[in-house]
């Protein structure tokens, strides 16, 4: 048997858990298809799920398409979801983007098809809703054409669309589908088109054996159409998936190495991990080594690693037809459950860090169709929060049960990002929009029983260096109450490095422990710069380091008094850093959406004065026919209020979208500022009062 991990994605209410249901009667795993709006479909398995009738956390089940086990993968469609599709697409080996043929293409379709093509996951189209009033599935080709991807490769015509009867009929050897197939293909298989001029002429099946090749290599992506209410189109989708998406990899005998891409409590507050294994078998009672993976360390002789923690599997549990069984182990190319490792983080790698057997290779950079280098599965895909907001009990007592509620729910989604400000006795949270605040606060009541509100909605910005600065603090100073030498220049980045950690001291000069010290607490204190927000896009280079040797009494133990710990370096640090990152100076960025606006064309003249009034950047402004078309720049904090306003602007009729692109400098106005939560190291003498309980 081969594996598949393969993921359904979609815009919210294209039809995904639909179709889910519908793959899973057609091959035979449940008898009765669930529904969506009476909250009875398999992979909605929440309550708030059932209420709401959407998605919100990526569901895992398995099924069999001949000798290939399918582990798919539903997963949110709500752009406030986003970061639950991300922690999916770096385990994916294929993936079905599914579109309505009656709305087409919308905005969470566009950023995930660019998605899924930067990362070269092989992505099967599945046009949707055939059946439906107003499905137009020209037009839709059209707008994904122009809107995702011009590789694409119709794989039916359909009969009878906009009605219950409205079947697929698929393209033969010969006709208009053939010749379309042939276009798409030879564009990216030069000897497809020598045969081609040579003979006037390529036999259908070796057209499907190109197709199988660059659908595997992401370069083209077959659309398939049908309804998931009907059934109709639905076979020709699951002979695509088993003909056309490319098995998992790995060896079952190799090093272990996998990555959890969720992490739930079990009806006991047990941590379960959901992992995909890229290599080697786990079996329970064996012992794992996990973490992050790796450290940053880089330049000067540095070196280094990330967290590791180490557990216990004491249970297994894999997908087969449907449900989550109980077994003895998991192997390479499976996605499955493990239990009795405490420490356990989404994110986390088990095993050997980076151990991905037949991972995708993808293009050479500048081939035809390059969309760029496959990414590592690492890395942040979408946007990351760009709004926050206070969450307040409604009963005072129940302050250290929010938190402890509030601290469960960020292991199942890390970019909630909560903030404690310990003097207000105030815990924040990072969000998407409005509709996850719901969730969270519906999630507080039904799971925790606890009642909470929040306060206004602010936008999330970010600190960027605008020059370079340098600070140190030796050992002996009488202004240095620590036993150590810290020295540290700041100097800015290209946008999107983050932060990187450099040595130019040797590592040998003094314990790795102390240098480890360093650099973690030189990333946690940027998540706070001078004016408050995260400092991003910036080289923090270590140039002096020393410390005081163990040293003791005569007859006597260690005497920490002598010897410098590692709670000197970390209590220092800050100190240097804040000094350094002054001189430097620093510029705040805001958040900025780039939206695409459709409107009627006589609606221009309302248009305009209401996007100036919200600080809006233009970038396209054109007419088609009655139509005018928008792309401009808006800031976040604004983008609300347009939604808000567009119906009275445009009689109903305007189209809106908008998606994260950009940071931006905060040009008019006072600079925003963010209430610090840590002991204020910008303040030398509160700082000292307490940390070091002495100026």
């Given at each position: 048997?081969?594996a598949?991990?393969?993921?359904?994605?979609?815009h919210?209410?294209?039809?995904?858990?639909?179709?889910?249901?519908?793959?899973?009667?057609?091959v035979?795993?449940?008898?009765?298809?669930?529904?969506?709006?009476?909250?009875?479909?398999?992979?909605?398995?929440?309550?708030?799920?059932?209420?709401?009738?959407?998605?919100?956390?990526s569901?895992?089940?398995?099924?069999?398409i001949?000798?290939?086990?399918?582990?798919?993968?539903?997963?949110?469609?709500?752009?406030?979801?986003?970061?639950?599709?991300?922690?999916?697409?770096?385990?994916?080996?294929?993936?079905?983007?599914?579109?309505?043929?009656?709305?087409?293409?919308?905005?969470?379709?566009?950023?995930?098809?660019?998605?899924?093509?930067?990362?070269?996951?092989?992505?099967?189209?599945?046009?949707?809703?055939?059946?439906r009033?107003?499905?137009?599935?020209?037009?839709?080709?059209?707008?994904?054409?122009?809107?995702?991807?011009?590789?694409?490769?119709?794989?039916?015509?359909?009969?009878?669309?906009?009605?219950?009867d409205?079947?697929?009929?698929?393209?033969?050897?010969?006709?208009?589908?053939?010749?379309?197939?042939l276009?798409?293909?030879?564009?990216?298989?030069?000897?497809?088109?020598a045969?081609?001029?040579?003979?006037?002429?390529?036999?259908?099946?070796?057209?499907?054996?190109?197709?199988?090749?660059?659908?595997?290599?992401?370069?083209?992506?077959?659309?398939?159409?049908?309804?998931?209410?009907t059934?109709a189109?639905?076979?020709?989708l699951?002979?695509?998936?088993?003909?056309?998406l490319?098995?998992?990899?790995?060896?079952?005998?190799?090093?272990?190495?996998?990555t959890?891409?969720?992490?739930?409590?079990?009806?006991?507050?047990?941590?379960?991990?959901?992992?995909?294994?890229?290599?080697?078998t786990?079996?329970?009672?064996?012992?794992?080594?996990?973490?992050?993976?790796?450290?940053?360390?880089?330049?000067?002789?540095g070196?280094?690693?990330?967290?590791?923690?180490?557990?216990?599997?004491t249970?297994?549990?894999?997908?087969?037809?449907?449900?989550?069984?109980?077994?003895?182990?998991?192997?390479a190319?499976?996605?499955?459950?493990?239990?009795?490792?405490?420490?356990?983080?989404?994110g986390?790698?088990?095993?050997?860090?980076?151990?991905?057997?037949?991972?995708?290779?993808?293009?050479?950079?500048?081939?035809?169709?390059?969309?760029?280098?496959?990414?590592?599965?690492?890395?942040?895909?979408?946007?990351?929060?760009?709004?926050?907001?206070?969450?307040?009990?409604?009963?005072?007592?129940?302050?250290?049960?929010?938190?402890?509620a509030?601290?469960?729910?960020?292991?199942?989604?890390?970019?909630?990002?909560?903030?404690?400000?310990?003097?207000?006795?105030?815990?924040?949270?990072?969000?998407?929009?409005?509709?996850?605040?719901?969730?969270?606060?519906?999630?507080?009541?039904?799971?925790?029983?606890?009642?909470?509100?929040?306060?206004?909605?602010?936008?999330?910005?970010?600190?960027?260096?605008?020059?370079?600065?340098?600070?140190?603090?030796?050992?002996?100073?009488?202004?240095?109450?620590?036993?150590?030498?810290?020295?540290?220049?700041?100097?800015?980045?290209?946008?999107?490095?983050?932060?990187?950690?450099?040595?130019?001291?040797?590592?040998?000069?003094?314990?790795?422990?102390?240098?480890?010290?360093?650099?973690?607490?030189?990333?946690?204190?940027?998540?706070?710069?001078?004016?408050?927000?995260?400092?991003?896009?910036?080289?923090?280079?270590?140039t002096?380091?020393?410390?005081?040797?163990?040293?003791?009494?005569?007859?006597?133990?260690?005497?920490?008094?002598?010897?410098?710990?590692?709670?000197?370096?970390?209590?220092?640090?800050?100190?240097?850093?804040?000094?350094?990152?002054r001189?430097?100076?620093?510029?705040?960025?805001?958040?900025?959406?780039?939206?695409?606006?459709?409107?009627?064309?006589?609606?221009?003249?309302?248009?305009?004065?209401?996007?100036?009034?919200?600080?809006?950047?233009?970038?396209?402004?054109?007419?088609?026919?009655?139509?005018?078309?928008?792309?401009?720049?808006?800031?976040?904090?604004?983008?609300?209020?347009?939604?808000?306003?567009?119906?009275?602007?445009?009689?109903?009729?305007?189209?809106?979208?908008?998606?994260?692109?950009?940071?931006?400098?905060?040009?008019?106005?006072?600079?925003?500022?963010?209430?610090?939560?840590?002991?204020?190291?910008?303040?030398?003498k509160?700082?000292?009062?307490?940390?070091?309980?002495?100026?």
């Amino acid at each position: 048997m081969h594996a598949l991990n393969l993921g359904i994605l979609a815009h919210v209410d294209a039809g995904k858990t639909s179709l889910t249901e519908r793959l899973l009667h057609t091959v035979g795993i449940i008898d009765e298809i669930g529904s969506v709006d009476d909250g009875s479909t398999q992979t909605d398995s929440l309550a708030l799920e059932r209420q709401r009738g959407i998605t919100i956390k990526s569901a895992v089940v398995s099924f069999e398409i001949d000798d290939v086990t399918v582990d798919l993968i539903d997963t949110p469609g709500h752009p406030d979801f986003i970061a639950e599709v991300e922690r999916v697409l770096g385990v994916l080996d294929g993936a079905v983007l599914v579109v309505s043929a009656v709305e087409g293409v919308q905005a969470q379709t566009r950023v995930l098809m660019r998605t899924l093509r930067r990362l070269r996951i092989p992505t099967l189209i599945f046009v949707n809703k055939i059946d439906r009033r107003g499905a137009d599935t020209d037009r839709v080709l059209r707008s994904v054409s122009e809107r995702l991807t011009p590789a694409i490769v119709p794989m039916a015509l359909v009969d009878g669309l906009g009605t219950r009867d409205a079947r697929t009929i698929p393209h033969t050897g010969s006709g208009s589908g053939a010749t379309g197939m042939l276009d798409v293909l030879s564009a990216h298989d030069d000897e497809l088109l020598a045969s081609y001029v040579a003979d006037g002429t390529v036999p259908f099946g070796r057209l499907g054996a190109a197709l199988a090749e660059q659908t595997g290599r992401a370069r083209v992506h077959p659309v398939f159409f049908g309804s998931a209410m009907t059934g109709a189109g639905v076979d020709a989708l699951i002979s695509g998936i088993r003909e056309l998406l490319p098995a998992a990899g790995g060896r079952a005998d190799g090093p272990v190495s996998g990555t959890v891409f969720k992490v739930e409590r079990g009806p006991a507050g047990e941590k379960i991990a959901y992992v995909r294994m890229f290599s080697g078998t786990v079996r329970v009672r064996d012992a794992l080594t996990f973490g992050d993976g790796g450290g940053d360390f880089t330049g000067g002789g540095g070196g280094g690693g990330g967290v590791r923690r180490q557990g216990k599997v004491t249970g297994i549990s894999v997908f087969e037809r449907g449900a989550a069984r109980r077994e003895t182990s998991v192997s390479a190319g499976r996605i499955g459950t493990l239990r009795g490792l405490a420490g356990i983080r989404i994110g986390d790698t088990i095993g050997v860090p980076g151990e991905r057997s037949g991972e995708r290779t993808g293009e050479p950079v500048g081939s035809a169709g390059s969309v760029g280098p496959a990414e590592p599965a690492g890395r942040h895909y979408f946007s990351p929060p760009t709004l926050e907001t206070v969450v307040v009990p409604c009963r005072p007592a129940d302050k250290g049960a929010l938190h402890t509620a509030l601290t469960q729910l960020a292991e199942q989604d890390p970019l909630i990002d909560l903030r404690h400000d310990e003097t207000r006795q105030e815990i924040s949270v990072s969000l998407y929009g409005e509709v996850q605040k719901e969730v969270v606060q519906a999630t507080l009541a039904d799971e925790f029983g606890l009642d909470v509100g929040f306060r206004e909605t602010t936008t999330i910005c970010v600190e960027r260096p605008v020059g370079s600065g340098e600070a140190v603090e030796c050992n002996g100073e009488d202004a240095n109450p620590f036993l150590a030498t810290v020295g540290l220049r700041v100097d800015p980045a290209p946008v999107g490095l983050g932060v990187k950690f450099r040595l130019e001291v040797e590592l040998g000069g003094m314990p790795y422990a102390f240098f480890k010290a360093v650099e973690d607490t030189v990333k946690a204190v940027l998540g706070q710069g001078i004016h408050g927000w995260q400092v991003t896009d910036c080289t923090v280079t270590m140039t002096r380091s020393g410390y005081s040797p163990r040293q003791s009494h005569a007859h006597q133990g260690f005497d920490k008094s002598m010897s410098s710990t590692g709670a000197d370096f970390r209590g220092l640090t800050p100190l240097v850093l804040m000094d350094a990152l002054r001189r430097a100076g620093t510029q705040v960025y805001e958040p900025m959406h780039r939206i695409r606006l459709e409107a009627p064309a006589d609606t221009l003249g309302a248009l305009l004065p209401v996007l100036a009034g919200l600080r809006a950047v233009p970038r396209v402004t054109e007419t088609r026919g009655g139509t005018c078309v928008l792309e401009w720049s808006v800031p976040a904090a604004h983008v609300h209020a347009l939604e808000r306003q567009l119906p009275g602007l445009t009689r109903g009729e305007g189209e809106l979208e908008a998606a994260f692109d950009h940071y931006a400098p905060v040009g008019r106005g006072p600079v925003p500022e963010r209430p610090r939560t840590d002991h204020n190291p910008l303040n030398r003498k509160e700082y000292l009062l307490n940390v070091a309980r002495r100026v």
